[in-house]
């Protein structure tokens, strides 16, 4: 079992920046891929970013590139997405998974824990 804890969300103005965490705890952290999602209300869930055990490999969904970065310190259990330029439509629940796997998906479906998520709200 891995349990996931996000922190970091928060209200921002528009071209704004946060920086989430998400930390791993209860097993081997090191060897899941991990991955990002947010919930806007009245939508899907939808992805965000993921990355491999090590981050050899990295993967943004199209509005994400350029604007976040994800990254992980296996030291400290920890997942980053860092999100510059945020933009009134970024608001929504963001999620942390993680992978029994090491390779990552961006579909919600290939994770195997979650986190219980932080609201970011950009402001116009």
């Known amino acids: 079992q891995v349990h996931l804890v996000e922190s970091g969300g928060g209200l921002v103005q528009a071209g704004g920046s946060l920086r989430l965490s998400c930390v791993a705890s209860g097993r081997t952290f090191s060897n899941n891929a991990m991955g990002w999602f947010r919930q806007a209300p009245g939508k899907e869930r939808e992805f965000v970013a993921a990355?491999?055990?090590?981050?050899?490999?990295?993967y943004y969904a199209r509005y994400a590139k350029g604007r976040f970065t994800i990254s992980r310190d296996n030291a400290k259990n920890t997942v980053y997405l860092q999100m510059n330029s945020l933009k009134p439509e970024d608001t929504a629940v963001y999620f942390c998974?993680?992978?029994?796997?090491?390779?990552?998906?961006?579909?919600?479906?290939?994770?195997?824990?979650w986190g219980q998520g932080t609201q970011v709200t950009v402001s116009s």
């Open positions: 998974a993680a992978r029994k796997r090491p390779d990552y998906s961006g579909s919600q479906h290939d994770y195997d824990y």
């Open positions: 990355l491999t055990w090590n981050a050899d490999i990295i």
